[in-house]
């Protein structure tokens, strides 16, 4: 449990899928670089080049986690800005071979890879085909087959999904893309595999040469670091073209002065997500499943059946999404944090918006009514009583929200 400052008020924060605090390691380097590297790292005086040095430095230990070389970084302004990159780029470069270049993507891809799609779609400047989900958001990897053309130049499917904690073959994508290039009549490079790996970095094994991907989206955000950083990985043999015009920085596919302190935060924060990862993934999928089996019975006392989006096995251990009958999210949200329990129903990104989830939507169907869903996100600073402590305020809103159901 956390206490809030500014409100005096306990808090349990449990909407980590959208942000997660700061460490104070993090912070303290950060703080520091913040304080020294305040030089331009494109100045070739002595202190310029030191900025830059260090700015290199990090790079290299970035280039080591996703098993890469340190020309594969880019650093950008976080996921969205990397999927942008990554997509816009491709298709600027691709333009060169097809005058209608195909992409393919999964129904419950994060709205910075769609938005983009459907935007070049609506200019007709690529041709898209959506992959869809089944009930339980598993990917149709034999409609990803079947899709793959001559024409195809990206295949943007993502590692895990924000929403329903889904994770994706990459390494069964990743090898039926191999082999479609393989047989290609055109001896080029495509499709090109990218994946928005920007839930993953906290769970998953981050190699991109072990999962076979070409550009690879994340950001420090969900990482326990700084927001407004992130990187698009993207492999030596890979053609992008820059999307933003100005300086020749990051291999001139990314304009615009470095921030080295934001930098030095990523990299920190990536050094202890490695350190925590094998104890956090276990303590946390305990603690969701514990949640899971909690809010089943809590519910049940009220004879209400909740459902759980998704499974609980191949997705991420700290997000656990449910569908509850009768009483609209809107109303539990703000009973809870009523309470100083922060939880959340679906992309913040998304938030306003009164259409269910395009993720529920790909699952279930298009439905007229709304789906009442909860996604609860686990984070490091998440205990056991903590989640009693939800329970337990779960059970006192059903009983005041009796009218309901
Ligand atoms: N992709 C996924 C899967 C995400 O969860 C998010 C953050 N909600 C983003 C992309 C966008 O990240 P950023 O806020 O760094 O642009």
Redesign the pocket.
């Known amino acids: 449990m956390k206490n809030n400052n500014n409100k005096n008020k306990q808090i349990i924060y449990l909407d980590n ?2 942000a997660t605090p700061i460490d104070k390691e993090v912070l303290k380097v950060m703080s520091e670089s913040f304080k020294n590297d305040f030089y331009n790292s494109s100045a070739i005086f002595e202190g310029g080049l030191e900025v830059k040095n260090k700015i290199e430095e990090n790079r290299k230990s970035i280039a080591n986690f996703l098993g890469g070389r340190k020309e594969e970084i880019i650093f950008t ?5 990397s ?1 942008n990159l990554a997509i816009l780029g491709v298709v600027s470069y691709a333009k060169k071979f097809f005058k209608k270049p195909h992409i393919i993507t999964s129904s419950i891809e ?1 709205a ?2 769609l938005e983009v799609l459907y935007a070049l779609e609506r200019e007709n400047k690529i041709e898209l085909s959506l992959i869809g989900v089944d009930e339980k958001g598993y990917l149709d990897l034999k409609s990803l087959k079947k899709n793959l053309q001559e024409n195809t130049v990206l295949v943007s499917i ?1 590692y ?3 929403e329903i904690g889904r994770i994706f073959d990459l390494k069964e994508i990743s090898k039926t893309i191999r082999h479609f290039r393989k047989n290609k009549k055109e001896n080029n490079n495509f499709p090109y595999f990218h994946t ?1 790996a ?2 993953a970095t906290n769970y998953l094994d981050m190699n991109t040469s072990r999962l076979g991907v070409d550009l690879l ?1 994340m ?1 420090a ?2 990482i326990y670091g700084p ?2 950083i ?1 990187v698009l990985y993207k492999k030596v043999n890979v053609n992008i073209e820059n999307i933003l015009f100005g300086g020749n920085q990051e291999f001139g596919l990314r304009p615009g002065t470095l921030n080295p302190a934001l930098i030095s935060g990523l990299v920190k924060a990536l050094e202890i997500t490695n350190q925590v990862k094998d104890k956090e993934i276990k303590r946390l999928a305990n603690l969701k499943s514990r949640l899971y089996l909690d809010l089943q019975k809590v519910f049940k006392k009220h004879n209400l059946e909740i459902k759980l989006n998704g499974t609980l096995e191949n997705s991420l251990p700290n997000i656990l999404n449910i569908t509850i009958p009768k009483i609209p999210s809107d109303l539990l949200l703000i009973e809870l944090s009523m309470k100083g329990i922060y939880v959340s129903e679906k ?3 998304k938030t306003g918006e009164k259409s269910n989830s395009h993720v529920i939507v790909a699952m279930y169907g298009k439905k007229e009514e709304k789906i009442s869903s909860l996604r609860f996100s686990l984070g490091r600073a998440t205990k056991k009583e903590d989640l009693s402590f939800v329970i337990k305020t779960i059970n006192q809103i059903l009983i005041k929200l009796k009218d309901w159901y």
């Open positions: 899928a959208s302004s976080g996921a969205t800005e999927n994060h910075s890879v993502m895990a999904n924000n928005d920007t839930q989206s950001n955000a969900k927001k407004s992130g992309s913040a990104c």
